[in-house]
């Protein structure tokens, strides 16, 4: 008895151990790009082409992050980004949690087969619409303005209007009902009673729309011409142009544009992962 | 919600003998009165999913119903549309040869990235799901690459996949094994694309993480006592428990994975299509012809197959999800 109780234990201890290094094999894995990203962005041309290639860059050559900077109107480019991030994320969370409350608070006629199309939008591959949004866009004199980029945030996306939603069926109804007793209409509800207790769901919508936006490269290549317009993503892509193969100006800028999104992650990791709980337990 | 109104029911039929005239009190609203309150239900209801209704039709309905029409035109955004009948689609399965080098590699890549990234995101959550110290710390480690995406990651990715001071071919050189030139392999040039999207699997494991908390531990206990082993315990309880995130993440993945286009469009240079086309990707093919071109009516003709082909695919895993999507509530399989 006491024999295969021990046995068991030096099993789930070995078995511990090697899931640890499982565990950290698979870090190492994940994390050795990152760490090749920042390396070489602090190593001379002539340390890149070397062979074989350092893991420690020699000398710490930060003015290659200096010397990228200058090279192309990042810092225009930056604030673009930022403009056309934020906007679009205020766009974002406002209208998905007012569909939202829509479809999870208001009974009306129609919802149940509108919210269905609203879930079936997302099996529509987005590059179908892409063309005739694009010329629709044209026609309306949008192009080479963040009008495309921006608007479509503010009519809402199937995935956090579904996200908002299944978050906003926990809150208890008693409430809504006592707040229409009080004579309270909707918008009012929506604003005073629901709003403030969705926060981490709209923390959340907020996060993942200004991750997208940050990452975007689809949006501003088809719409912006004018390189003054340009977000970070596009400008990258055009800046590669410029430097071609000089990897370490390549990789501070790179790092650079990543920086953001890996400190939203660091700051905020606790509501990307509330997002995909509150997707994860849903039956399709 | 419902509450209210069956309580106005029940207490109007009470009451349908006396005439009730007190207005302090709502609950005697008659019927004309209550269907009143439903309308202005349904009023507030459309005016809240306003924003989506116009955004379904002006972005998604109008343009899908508008590039069908296109589709049968030779329209270039300049000239008049003239109808060409089915020229377009005449042309991409007959003419275009490389329609089929694109549909061949955006196949391929779905093939491998999406039972690989599946099966590595479950594998991933089946370690992290374990009451350990530093789990967490692993967690937010492995979920990192999910967030990292864009330009900027597609030239660290150029720069890993380097042929000769790559950090890929340098490990690999480690094992004493020559790596291919990848990018600029037509053979190796997807499979390399296929490993990058492997590298986010992170993003995935966080749907099958949340599931597998959520299974009771009572059914792990019983398992045990029957003297269930951690292989069978995976496969009758974990894996039934959560096929329907499979299935959820197999359907919007084949659907992701099918669209692939910005790795391609930065990795070969603005749209190029990489070392014999093997990096031209369908809907490289069809921005292409699109916006270097301006062939529209053909773009959207190929829109419109994309739109077809994809609709069957998610029509039949929804098909056969009857035979290995367990649900809870409902009878087994």
Redesign the interface.
Known sequence: MSNSVIGSKKKRMTKKTLIYLILIGGSLIILSPVWWMIATSLKTPQEIAQYPPSFWPDSFRFSNYLETWQTAPFTRWTLNTLLISALSTIGSVLANAFIAYGFAVIKFKGRNLLFGIVMATMLIPGFVTLVPQYIIFAKIGWVNTYLPLIVPSFLGSAFFIFLIRQFMRTIPKDMVEAAKMDGANHFQIWWQIILPQIKPALITVAIFSFNGSWNDLLGPLLYLNDENLYTLQIGLQTFKGTVSTQWNYLMAMSTTVLLPIILLFFYFQRYFIEGSNLTGGQKF | ????KEHNVAISTTQRKSVHKSKSSDWTVRKPKMSKL?LK??I??????A??????L???L???L??LV?SFTDYN?TSQMNFTGFDNYKRMFTVDPLFWTSLYNTVYFVVFSVPLTTAGAVI?AM??N?K?KGIKV????????A???????Y???M??L?P????VN?VL?WFGIDGPAWLFEPEWTKPALVMMKM?SV?GGM??????MQ?VPKAMYEAAELDGAG?IRKFFHITLPMIT??I??DM??ST?GA??I??EA??MTD?GEGGPSNSLLFY?LH?WNN??EIFN?GY??AM??V??II??IL?FLHFKFSKKWVY?ESGDHK
């Open positions: 919600m419902s509450g209210i439903s239900e349904n507030w209801g459309y005016i809240f999913i924003p989506w209704i116009i955004g379904f002006g972005l998604t109008g343009p899908l508008f590039s296109t955004v991933v370690l992290l374990q350990m692993f967690r937010t480690i492995y979920y990192l690459p967030v990292l995406s864009g330009v900027a990651v030239f660290l990715w720069q890993l380097s000769s001071t790559g950090l340098t050189a590298w992170g966080l749907l099958y993480l949340a599931v959520g951690s329907p995130i299935f959820f359907v919007t659907i099918f669209q286009f910005q469009y930065v603005s809907n069809m699109a916006f529209m773009a959207s829109a419109w994309l739109f994809v609709m998610t649900y």
